[in-house]
């Protein structure tokens, strides 16, 4: 069976797609599957894509969406572009089914499954549906959330709560071994990431923070390449007993090992932030950027008690002292993990595998018959 997967930009859209076709391959041989990502070039979906050996397609796309008149007309083509390279693509792999996650660089992809009659699955990390996932939604098969926040935006009668997806590394990681891999001490780690891309608000604020909260736990740093240079120049000038406590890295894959050695995190609200801190049970300063996804997945997140809200323009002044805060009162940093557990959903990605499998199932044609 053959199946088409796409959503990119960040890693919060790219990783449920990658751990739905894991999950694919452990309940199918993967002989017996074809699998390819659609996405833009030089994306991260395609860096993400290439390290799971999943084979990789460009293909054009544009924002649409506030931009200027001449950026959005240009959009326009470029999504014309990408739709019309879609469905020679989907009509060439003979796709079973589609699985997108939300974007813009989905949005060829899902208008050309319904051109192609191709069955689409579309999934919604965030708490609040952009517009390419409404529209999206009501061209899919079947849409699937992380939560139940936007069903209220959404067609409920072909729409499900399956939680955000998780690579396999969160269900079998340990803090232990995890402290070990990462080389982290015994006492309080805090972990400070701006996902795939970096954040320089998030890098900024700790960098002058560094004396206070050094003092009260070592860092794992996730500075994003851009910024890991300036970072990393930064450390080199802390006296070395504090240098020792402060690691720094441009990114890291094994997030489940970052999450599962960390005490507390402070990180951007993008999606992942409803699906890994919860799996770690891992409490969180979020930070939302200036996206109103973000905003409303950490007001999600803090209304549901396992994380607490940190705007932006009050970082430089609040973190430190937040961060003191929460690692000096070890009884609300455990409720916190409690809250963040109940909001795990260790089953997603099977249960999206399974139902990408049904839509795959209801129009799949043997080998032996013309499609």
């Not at 088409?4 to 930009?9: L, N, R």
């Not at 395609?46 to 959009?75: K, V």
């Not at 891999?181 to 604020?205: F, Y």
């Not at 206070?212 to 930064?234: K, N, Y």
Request: net charge neutral.
């Amino acid at each position: 069976m053959r199946f088409v997967f796409a959503g990119g930009g960040t890693g919060g859209h790219v990783y449920p797609a990658l751990s739905v076709a894991a999950a694919l391959s452990s309940v199918a041989p993967r002989n017996e599957l074809e699998l390819l990502y659609l996405g833009r070039a030089g994306a991260p979906e395609e860096r993400l894509a290439g390290l799971e050996d999943i084979p990789f397609r460009a293909i054009h796309a544009g924002q649409i969406r506030g931009q200027s008149p001449r950026q959005t007309a240009a959009g326009i083509c470029r999504l014309g572009q990408g739709l019309v390279e879609t469905r020679a693509i989907l009509a060439a792999f003979r796709a079973d089914a589609v699985f997108a996650t939300g974007g813009y660089a989905s949005m060829p992809v899902a208008l050309a499954a319904r051109w192609t009659r191709t069955p689409l699955l579309v999934f919604l990390p965030d708490v609040s549906p952009g517009w390419a996932v409404r529209v999206a939604a009501r061209v899919a098969t079947l849409v699937a959330t992380s939560t139940d926040a936007p069903l209220k935006d959404l067609p409920r009668r072909k729409t499900v709560v399956t939680g955000y997806p998780l690579r396999a590394g969160f269900a079998s990681v340990g803090r232990q071994s995890a402290r070990e891999h990462l080389e982290l001490g015994a006492g309080p780690v805090l972990l400070v990431t701006g996902a795939s891309t970096g954040s320089r608000a998030l890098n900024d604020a700790v960098l002058g923070a560094l004396p206070g909260l050094l003092d009260v736990c070592e860092i794992l740093h996730l500075t994003g390449s851009q910024d890991a240079g300036r970072v990393l120049e930064a450390r080199s000038r802390l006296p070395d007993a504090a240098r020792e406590r402060y690691h720094v890295l441009a990114y890291l894959d094994e997030m489940a090992d970052a999450m599962a050695a960390a005490d507390l995190a402070v990180m951007r609200a993008g999606a992942s932030c409803l699906g890994e801190p919860a799996a770690a049970g891992l409490p969180a300063i979020l930070v939302p950027g200036p996206f109103s996804d973000q905003r409303r997945n950490a007001e999600y997140m803090a209304h549901s008690e396992a994380a607490v809200l940190l705007d932006q323009p009050a970082l430089q002044e609040r973190l430190e002292p937040m961060v003191r805060d929460l690692l000096a009162s070890p009884e609300r940093l455990a409720r916190m993990a409690s809250a963040a557990r109940r909001l795990a959903h260790p089953a997603a990605s099977a249960e999206l595998a399974g139902q990408l499998l049904r839509l795959a199932h209801a129009s799949w044609e043997p080998e032996s018959c013309a499609r």
